[in-house]
T-cell receptor, first 115, second 110 residues
């Protein structure tokens, strides 16, 4: 199926650990994103990559480091996890930087719980 | 800072009732989008409204873009339990970032 996929779906870890979330899209899109959805369901962009180049970098702690090995993948690595990092992280992709009428396609999300 | 404010934040109704969700801003947006998110899944785009005053219909859902392109509404007629979910409005700010409203959690009880 054509889609945006993320692994893992659930991630439970201890404070201070380092973890990664992987994302892949087979839609042939040029732009990929990471969004964070907090406990109040507020969705906010973290990063945007276009053709492997970082375009948008919101005010995110530099413990968060995205990596795009190719156009179809955008992984998120998080160092020294903190309690406040607990959230659902969504990967998304779009054909263009401004997704316009079609909007970005979102993955199913990764629920990160930091204990 | 361009912000989108949605209301109500929570809505619990009986099957068959009508409802309206509002998305307001003090800023002009070139377009606004509505998404629906089900538990455990990512948001799915329902519609994009582009022209001030535009009305779009998607079965029992009616979307309207305000004349001044600062607000939008989503009206659901004869709500069904399958309409249950989180409804999000979103728009591109001047920096090219897609920003979202806080969302409206709708629960439709049989």
């Amino acid at each position: 199926d054509t889609a945006v996929s993320q692994t893992p779906k659930y991630l439970v870890t201890q404070m201070g650990n380092d973890k990664s979330i992987k994302c892949e899209q087979n839609l042939g899109h040029d732009t990929m994103y990471w969004y964070k959805q907090d406990s109040k369901k507020f969705l906010k962009i973290m990063f945007s990559y276009n053709n492997k180049e970082l375009i948008i970098n919101e005010t995110v702690p530099n413990r968060f480091s995205p990596k795009s090995p190719d156009k179809a993948h955008l992984n998120l690595h998080i160092n020294s996890l903190e309690l406040g990092d607990s959230a659902v992280y969504f990967c998304a992709s779009s054909q263009e930087l401004l997704a316009g009428l079609s909007g970005p396609f979102f993955g199913p999300g990764t629920r990160l719980t930091v204990l | 800072t361009q912000l989108l404010e949605q209301s109500p934040q929570f809505l619990s109704i009986q099957e068959g009732e009508n409802l309206t969700v509002y998305c307001n801003s003090s800023s002009v947006f070139s377009s606004l989008q509505w998404y629906r998110q089900e538990p455990g899944e990512g948001p799915v785009l329902l519609v994009t409204v582009v022209t001030g005053g535009e009305v779009k219909k998607l079965k029992r859902l009616t979307f309207q873009f305000g004349d001044a392109r600062k607000d939008s509404s989503l009206h659901i007629t004869a709500a069904q339990p399958g309409d249950t979910g989180l409804y999000l409005c979103a728009g591109y700010n001047q920096g090219g970032k897609l920003i979202f409203g806080q969302g409206t959690e709708l629960s439709v009880k049989p």
